[in-house]
């Protein structure tokens, strides 16, 4: 049977792949797409609502190539308890027989009632290279990603991916190391060291680093990318 590997470039100003919330105050992003941000990502393109997709979504697995790291951002954010939120939520907790108290009807993450400050953690300037393969869903796959059904964003509605967001697809295994990596450094270097992440539902591994061709414009990356998947 044959695979078909799906490829999408994300890329933007700014990324946010939710990782565990320290407390309700601090949300960070995790340094790469997670597998839950990916399948999610992929259900919206089909059309799929949240928590309404078909299982084997869940079963996809991922190839996350990092071309930039990009850098940690944090975002400062302040929320105010509303009063008649908070009045509703009292009535609701008095009809379950209980007493209501400040942390149950404080609409604040640190439920004091007070304005709350919010710190997110960001990505800024990153791009990855994703791989998703499937020797059963290849088409449909590749037909939502190249027209999504529902818009895609880079981890939140706020962050939409640069152009180009879809690749490609192909049957060729080795097209991941073959995308050039966009060197703006100035080096002028024909190569550039990147990682590549295997994750899926089950397993996250650790990176693997390989060489692969670099370029330093991007319309010169855009003709050599494009050749991959004519």
């Not at 697995?61 to 509703?88: C, I, W, Y």
């Not at 304005?115 to 499937?134: G, H, K, N």
């Not at 590549?196 to 990176?207: K, V």
């Not at 390989?210 to 370029?215: E, R, S």
Request: charged share 25%.
């Amino acid at each position: 049977m044959t695979t078909t590997s799906v490829y999408l470039r994300l890329a933007g100003p700014l990324q946010s792949w939710a990782g565990p919330a320290v407390t309700g105050n601090f949300v960070r992003t995790e340094p790469i797409p997670t597998h839950s941000a990916l399948v999610g990502l992929i259900a919206g393109a089909c059309g799929y609502r949240r928590d309404e997709w078909p299982d084997w979504l869940n079963r996809l697995n991922f190839r996350v190539r990092v071309d930039h790291p990009g850098k940690f951002v944090d975002d400062f954010q302040t929320v105010s308890a509303h009063e008649e939120e908070m009045l509703f939520r009292e009535r609701l907790i008095y009809a379950t027989g209980k007493r209501p108290s400040a942390k149950t009807t404080r609409l604040t993450p640190d439920g004091r009632g007070m304005t709350s400050i919010i710190q997110r953690t960001y990505l800024a300037e990153a791009e990855f290279i994703v791989e998703v393969a499937s020797d059963t869903h290849g088409e449909l796959l590749r037909d939502a990603l190249r027209a999504p059904k529902f818009s895609t964003y880079l981890g939140r509605k706020a962050f939409a991916p640069a152009f180009p967001f879809y690749l490609g697809a192909t049957t060729d295994v080795d097209v991941l190391h073959r995308i050039p990596a966009c060197d703006l450094s100035g080096a002028k270097r024909d190569t550039a060291r990147v990682q590549i992440h295997h994750c899926s539902a089950e397993l996250h591994t650790s990176a693997e680093h390989i060489n692969v061709p670099a370029v330093q414009e991007r319309s010169d990356w855009l003709e050599k990318t494009k050749v991959l998947f004519a």
